[in-house]
């Protein structure tokens, strides 16, 4: 076996992170412990979002509900028009859910363990030890896609990122430190997010780059080895564009569950993998009416799948009366509703065709 060389140490990257810690709003000043609630709201935020993004999010969230009782009183609609634009309304929806039980049933704390936290919904394995151990500042193994660019590169393993999961985490547990183990965990973080980046890693400016086989073998950029993209599935669907005299038009909240959970829509038919004829779609129309298809159509791409929406609009205004199954709103009252990114294409095709 090859000698492993000088091996990384924690102290190191504690020292570089004193240096080069980024300031990001959910953080605490140096030395300060991050409150749980801002950790906790920052880290689902984060999940599948950049940091840039997040950002006024999580200010206008703090702002508006500064603790995790005041979230727990709001309502679910509330949250998820603020969450409009960040996607997965799941994690919104779960979001509401644990700062119900934290506010109703732990007296408002978020438990200092790793275990309990991860009882909690919507936390998972990797926000359970995050918290833990920007939080509480618990040993907790913090494992997200930049720690394992690290692991692989530091200790040069290589194969597909599935297969080596198991290792990236072990070594990833036997790096972290019992002193400082937040700031450990935020630091290997930023390491990944500033000088191990995916593409051309910055090794002159790392404080682990003596003790880096991925760097000594000249493979580091190579780690981890990307996994072949797999063809992202098409849906297709078709929209019913109701309009009343009035200009309303009719919409309805999406099961609480699933893609989209609990947002507001304008009535399709299912997304299926086939394309749909007019004749075909009408069986799905909320209301007895005429329909025209709208030239164009809506693309929107989700992470398992790509939708093709057409547009059929009712061709005869439909009588003023409440939909039994949705609501009659106006187009300049949309923007009141928890409409995902998705609907609001199709309400810019509708009201705007020529723009399809
Ligand atoms: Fe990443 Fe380079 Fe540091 Fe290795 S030396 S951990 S490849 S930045």
């Known amino acids: 076996m090859n000698d492993p060389g000088p091996r990384p140490e924690a102290g190191a990257l504690l020292a570089w992170y004193d240096r080069n810690r980024r300031t990001l709003p959910w953080r605490a000043a140096p030395g300060a412990r991050a409150e749980p609630y801002r950790v906790w709201l920052s880290e689902i935020m984060l999940q599948q ?4 993004a997040v950002g006024p999010y ?46 109703g049933e732990l ?31 618990l040993p907790a193994v913090v494992v997200d896609g930049n720690v394992e660019r690290v692991m ?30 937040g700031d450990y965990a935020q630091g290997v973080m930023d390491l990944g997010a500033t000088v191990c980046a995916p593409r051309a890693p910055a090794c002159d400016r790392c404080p ?16 981890p080895r990307r996994a072949a993209r797999a063809r992202r599935p098409e849906r297709h669907g078709v929209v019913f564009w109701a309009r009343r005299g009035d200009g309303a038009v009719l919409l309805r909240r999406r099961a609480e569950n699933g893609l989209l959970g609990g947002m507001m829509e304008f009535p399709s038919t299912p997304w299926r993998e086939a394309p749909w004829t007019l004749d075909e779609a009408r069986a799905h129309a ?17 992470t398992h799948f790509a939708l093709t929406l057409s547009v059929a609009l009712s061709v005869d205004e439909v009588p003023a009366r409440d939909g039994s199954d949705g609501v ?16 609001k294409k199709v309400a810019r095709l509708a009201l705007n065709p020529s723009e399809g």
Request: hydrophobic letters at 50%; proline letters at 8%.
């Open 107 to 137: 007296g408002g704390r978020f438990p200092a363990d790793e275990a309990a936290l991860r009882r909690l919904p919507g936390i998972g394995a990797y926000t359970a030890a995050a918290i833990a151990a920007i939080a509480f500042d």
């Open 208 to 223: 682990w780059a003596g003790a880096c086989r991925g760097r000594m073998l000249g493979i580091a950029e190579t780690l």
């Open 328 to 343: 009659w709103r106006r187009p300049e009252d949309f923007a009141a509703l928890a409409l995902p990114t998705v609907m």
């Open 286 to 302: 909320p209301i007895e009416a005429r329909w025209r298809p709208l030239d164009g159509a809506v693309r929107h791409v989700f």
């Open 152 to 181: 692989a590169r530091l200790f040069a393993l290589d194969g597909p990122r599935a297969t080596i999961k198991p290792a990236l985490r072990a070594r990833a547990a036997a790096l972290t430190p019992d002193r400082r183990p």
């Open 49 to 52: 979002t950049t940091v840039a």
């Open 58 to 103: 999580f200010r206008a969230f703090v702002a508006r509900w500064p603790r995790v009782d005041d979230l727990a009183a709001a309502p679910l609609d509330d949250l998820l028009h603020a969450w409009q634009g960040l996607g997965y309304y799941a994690r919104a929806r779960n979001l509401h859910r644990c700062a119900r039980v934290v506010a």
